[in-house]
């Protein structure tokens, strides 16, 4: 047997959306791969390689990881070139590939249950290698070589149907292609319903994407948003996320991310409804549900959009707090609890935590005891450079547009042996309407002995500097915006009310 294969050119080949397909249906022959097979019950992986010229050096067995690789194992090939990819366990399914000493990948293979076959390459003809003893392989082989030359004849029909000059030749070619794309993915679906239990199976399932349907007609109307919906619910059609295998294909976390980006509100309540379904169904994969989790995880600590940081505090309290801390290291757990607690007091519609600090004068100033439609609270530091910047700005927009909208400003000078320049600050600049606000190293050391929560922690002061925007009740309505993004909004909730 003799092939080499890149998942992602096979997968290009598909062109059904240009138009509805038609034509006859060439099917794979029969084949018992996913089948019970002599040696399906043995433990453990026993792969021979034969891979020359090389001699005498170690070779690697890699596989893809999510969006990257990793290295699973090394076999040291002998005078003869020989060696064994050997080990107790067996490895996650999936595809996998052989690695040369000099890092470079050879060519491709799938590993199904059954891992007691041989690989016969040479580094000169990587497209020839030879696998013998793998049920799943053999059929990916038949496959290759159907996809290859269907591959070739949807290539050439695309490029005379680009460059066609009248409109029968059009339909001709594209009637041409149509046949010759609905041929190539009716030989996936006969390969999935003759050896459902493959791995090639599950590597077409988890690959495809559903086809856009025609637009229904609804009382007359064009019901424009069915499409957007049908994809959506049939998006992960035949997917079942706790398969550990989905994690060794090229393909399963892009998909994921172009669901997330394309088929999902970026509003947080309807991602959580989301994470919460996946994550949940992949409960019980050994690999699959700690990457999941992770990467969940690591997406929406720091989120790209305003507000998505309520997904991640959903994630700390209703798994990480309930035992998957176990899955992190000592220092990745750290990270996760501090930023945890460090976002739960400032979330979007939540009361903004109570600030009663010391103004310039030395007497106690309250947040709370504001008078004002909207308040913007400003984190800042006398000796940041950005602040310096942005200060005088926030004053710009309060003093020609804000003030007259009934707008407060509470600033917060962050460090208390920093007072003078902060009052220099204040004076030169002419910051003048604000309550100008610090934390005496009394109040702070009293506010430590007592165990309680610094303002630093629940407003998440992690850089200078930050802001929020609160209504007239306190409730956080922005956070972390830009001062143009804050008067757009003000301008916006302003006209409302």
């Known amino acids: 047997m003799k092939y080499c294969f890149t998942w992602m050119a096979l997968l290009a080949l598909s062109v059904s959306a240009l138009a509805q397909p038609a034509g006859k249906t060439t099917k794979p022959k029969p084949k018992t791969a996913g089948t019970v097979a002599p040696n399906a019950g043995s433990s453990g992986r026993n792969i021979a390689i034969t891979l020359t010229p090389l001699k005498n050096c ?12 990793t290295l699973v194992d090394s076999a040291v090939l002998n005078e003869k070139s020989q060696g064994v990819f050997k080990g107790d366990k067996k490895l996650t399914g999936g595809i996998y590939f052989v690695v040369s000493p000099q890092m470079t990948i050879q060519f491709e293979v799938l590993m199904d249950n059954i891992q007691q076959f041989s690989i016969v390459g040479d580094t000169s003809l990587k497209d020839q290698a030879v696998i ?55 030989y996936r679906k006969n390969i999935i319903e003759q050896h459902p239990n493959s791995l090639l199976a599950m590597l077409f399932n988890s690959m495809k994407r559903p086809e856009i ?20 619910n049939h998006f992960w059609d035949d997917v079942l996320f706790s398969d550990d295998r989905l994690l060794r294909t090229p393909f399963f976390e892009p998909k994921l991310d172009d669901y997330f980006r394309y088929y999902v509100s970026p509003e947080p309540d309807s991602i959580i409804e989301e994470v919460k379904y996946i994550l949940l169904s992949a409960r019980t994969g050994k690999e699959i549900y700690p990457y999941l989790l992770t990467k969940f995880t690591n997406k929406y600590m720091n989120p790209e959009f305003m507000g998505q940081d309520k997904v991640f505090v959903y994630l700390f309290e209703n798994f990480y707090a309930k035992g998957d801390t176990m899955i992190l290291n000592p220092a990745s757990r750290k990270t996760v609890v501090e930023r945890a607690y460090s976002l739960m007091a400032n979330q979007l519609g939540k009361p903004a935590p109570v600030l009663n600090l010391t103004d310039t004068t030395g007497k106690t100033s309250s947040l709370y005891s504001i008078n004002a439609d909207f308040t913007v609270v400003a984190f800042w530091d006398p000796n940041c450079g950005h602040c310096k910047e942005e200060m005088p700005r ?41 309550i100008h ?35 007239k009740d306190k409730r956080i309505i922005a956070k972390q915006l830009s001062l143009e993004q804050f008067d757009d909004l003000i301008a916006t909730k302003t006209k409302k009310k």
Do not use: C
């Open 58 to 69: 170690k070779v690697y067995l890699g596989s893809y990881m999510g969006t990257g690789r």
């Open 132 to 186: 013998r003893g793998s049920l799943d392989n053999e059929l990916f082989k038949t496959y290759t070589g159907f996809s290859v030359e269907k591959g070739q004849l949807i290539q050439q029909l695309s490029n005379a149907y680009k460059t066609a000059s009248n409109k029968t030749d059009s339909s001709r070619l594209l009637e041409a292609l149509n046949k010759a794309d609905k041929e190539l993915q009716d």
């Open 213 to 232: 349907p025609t637009v229904p007609v609804v009382n007359g109307k064009p019901d424009s948003a069915y499409p957007y919906r049908f994809v959506k």
């Open 394 to 434: 926030l004053d710009s927009f309060y003093q020609h547009k804000w003030k007259g909208m009934k707008v407060a400003v509470y600033g917060v000078n962050i460090y208390e042996n920093e007072v003078p320049a902060w009052k220099k600050f204040i004076t030169e600049k002419k910051l003048e309407g604000w």
């Open 437 to 471: 606000a610090y934390q005496t190293k009394a109040a702070k050391d009293a506010e430590e002995k007592a165990g309680q929560p610094n303002y630093r922690q629940l407003y998440d002061i992690f850089k200078t500097p930050t802001l929020y925007l609160l209504d």
